[in-house]
């Protein structure tokens, strides 16, 4: 896809969600500001309670208490705010225009239903503008999902029990396009699967994602999953968004030492397979570092960092870093 020709789908901004616990209030999406576009393959990646899953809630509208959006905004190109919609224009919005592949979705279908009326009744229930076709139909456009998802016919009079995990999350991509959304959330859809079970739901979700022309925001811990998927990908760190860019970039140019860390710990056939990890503690939410969330862990950490948090800004054409390394080299007197 050209620069020239991207079209945006959904404009988050400034999107603040809280997390409101007896011991303070945890801020696990931070001032996240993220453009999508139609029809592309983004990835979200970051270490275990960066904020992941919350955005992509908060997106759907699904956070629950002691959650809560404090703030910001997430519009669609119809200029459709997602985060402003009343409780019967989200139901509307979910699965026509946003649908989500959980996290754990194995665990998502209803274990005392036939696959086949799972996905009749998500299609009856989601619209609601029209009346119902006759079950013949109903039952015609479930099998004709769940061929475009690689499973067969007779998957439709199955229950959830006597599928193996690659059908079941195959099944919940079926769900997920049955109302052929324009924007497809996927949670670590692959991380409970062994490896080639993995790669084909990824082939899948690919096939799809290219046919309905829809844009899929996935969400993975795993580094080199995501450089065969997407497209252009965001790396978080404590709710904050802080860094994006066009895979290729990030992955043989990341700007955020965070982001290097990340990148240098994926195994390789040099280090044979030896998981580096990232030095120091994990960021506690409840009690977050002054100034840059990184700085305790950063190997490149300067006095300032822990006085002044750093803001995304374009570091290299469509490269976006938060780090006070770019921003001092920005505020440097020309000389
Ligand atoms: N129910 C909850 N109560 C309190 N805090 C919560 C709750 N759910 C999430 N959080 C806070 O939100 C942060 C982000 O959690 P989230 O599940 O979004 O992380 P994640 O990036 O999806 O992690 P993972 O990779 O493990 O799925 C957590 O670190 C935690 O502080
Ligand atoms: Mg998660």
Do not use: W
């Not at 080199?224 to 066009?246: D, H, N, P």
């Not at 840059?292 to 870093?321: G, K, N, W, Y």
Request: charged residues 20%; neutral net charge.
């Amino acid at each position: 896809m050209s620069k020239a020709d991207k079209e945006v789908l959904l404009a988050i901004r400034n999107l603040e969600v809280h997390f409101e616990t007896r011991r303070g209030i945890a801020r696990a999406v931070n001032e996240v500001d993220l453009t999508l576009y139609k029809g592309e393959r983004f990835g979200l990646v970051g270490e275990s309670g960066s904020g992941k899953t919350t955005l992509i809630l908060a997106l759907l509208r699904m956070i629950k208490t002691p959650g809560l959006i404090a703030g910001g905004s997430a519009t669609l190109d119809d200029g459709t705010d997602l985060i402003q919609l009343d409780r019967e224009q989200v139901r509307q919005a979910r699965l026509k225009r946003v649908a989500m592949v959980p996290q754990g979705a194995m665990n998502s279908l209803n274990p005392v239903m036939r696959i086949g009326e799972q996905l009749m009744l998500t299609m009856r229930e989601h619209a609601t503008d029209r009346p119902s076709p006759p079950k013949a139909a109903q039952l015609e456009r479930a099998i004709e999902l769940l061929a475009k998802v690689g499973l067969k016919p007779e998957v439709a009079r199955l229950y959830p029990h006597e599928l193996s995990g690659g059908m079941k999350q195959r099944a919940c991509i079926a769900q997920a396009i049955s109302l052929n959304p324009q924007l497809i959330l996927a949670d670590e859809p692959t991380s409970a699967l062994d490896v080639v079970v993995q790669r084909q739901i990824m082939q899948t979700l690919r096939q799809l994602q290219h046919q309905l022309n829809a844009t899929v925001l996935l969400v993975g811990h795993d580094m080199g999953l995501m450089a065969q998927f997407a497209e252009r990908v965001g790396i978080m760190y404590g709710g904050k968004l802080v860094e994006v860019g066009r895979v290729e970039e990030i992955f043989h140019n990341p700007q955020h030492p965070y982001t290097q860390l990340l990148i240098s710990s994926i195994p390789s056939f040099e280090t044979k397979g030896e998981f580096k990890g990232i030095p120091g503690v994990a960021l506690s939410l409840l009690d977050p570092p002054s100034g840059c969330l990184f700085h305790p862990r950063c190997p490149e950490s300067m006095p300032q960092c822990s006085q002044r948090a750093p803001i995304l800004q374009t570091v290299a054409p469509d490269h976006l870093a938060s780090c006070l390394l770019h921003e001092e080299v920005a505020d440097a007197p020309a000389s």
